[in-house]
């Protein structure tokens, strides 16, 4: 997908006069040592982001964060600027991008300009496929919270998947109304949005599920209360504070 904005400072938009440039020599890289950094597969969607701009023209870090922030990339990648220079310096030591020149605008610092070399090319390419075939395990924090969930008491957690669920149908609002807004323009740059959407409302639908049966089934919650009530006994401590009961 090409989706070219206009130039948010870059250098194809700086007159001579204003820009100083020093050209850089190619990066040269050991054939042996470009055939290991293809099989070390990166995993942080912000370098995959990089790689994907660098694909359209050379830009510096600073350009590359304002693209990322104009076309909303925020949403879906984290972004910083400590990790996107980190970042920046790994595709480099890898292989994937090189310094292709430093400009300097007046007495603004020096400023160095990456360009994606062809090992980059073929790493950008190969890593989107992956990503897009293979499902793959993400490790997200509500996930995380499920698993550890009888911890809590049963009327806790579904209030507070209750509470989950409202916001979930609140920000599906939100989002639902800005798409309908941008419809008339909806292409593959926003069909992200459309697919965060989908993924809010089954959560909500799901969450919605689970705080029913745990409100409604005593079959569901029997042994939860039950691990409860075994994990005070053993815990001196509990018994001592006067833990409440675990409805």
């Known amino acids: 997908m090409s989706h070219r904005l206009s130039s948010m400072g870059g250098v194809a938009a700086r007159s001579s006069a204003d ?25 942080n969607p912000l370098g995959l982001a990089v790689l994907s701009l660098l694909a359209e023209r050379p830009m510096h870090p600073y350009d590359l964060a304002a693209t990322l922030r104009k076309r909303a990339k925020e949403s879906s990648i984290k972004l910083n600027c400590g990790s996107l220079y980190r970042v920046i310096g790994v595709l480099e030591a890898t292989g994937f991008i090189c310094a292709r020149e430093k400009t300097r605008m007046g007495a603004r610092p020096e400023r160095t300009v990456y360009a994606l070399t062809k090992t980059g090319e073929v790493e950008l390419h190969e890593w989107l496929r992956d990503l897009l075939r293979v499902p793959m395990k993400e490790y997200s924090q509500f996930e995380a919270g499920l698993s550890l969930m009888p911890v809590l008491r049963p009327a806790e957690v579904a209030e507070f998947l209750t509470e989950r669920q409202q916001r979930l149908s609140a920000e599906a609002r939100r989002q639902r109304t800005e798409l309908e807004a941008a419809e008339d323009r909806r292409s593959l740059v926003i069909e992200k949005e459309y697919y965060q959407l989908a993924m809010r409302l089954a959560e909500r639908d799901w969450v919605a599920t689970l705080s029913r049966r745990i409100t409604e089934s005593a079959v569901f919650v029997r042994p939860w209360r039950a691990w409860r009530i075994d994990m005070m006994r053993r815990n001196p401590r509990k018994r001592r504070g006067g833990a409440r009961k675990p409805h």
């Open 19 to 43: 820009l100083a440039v020093q050209r850089l020599p190619s990066a040269q890289v050991p054939r042996n040592r470009v055939a290991a950094m293809t099989r070390t597969k990166l995993s």
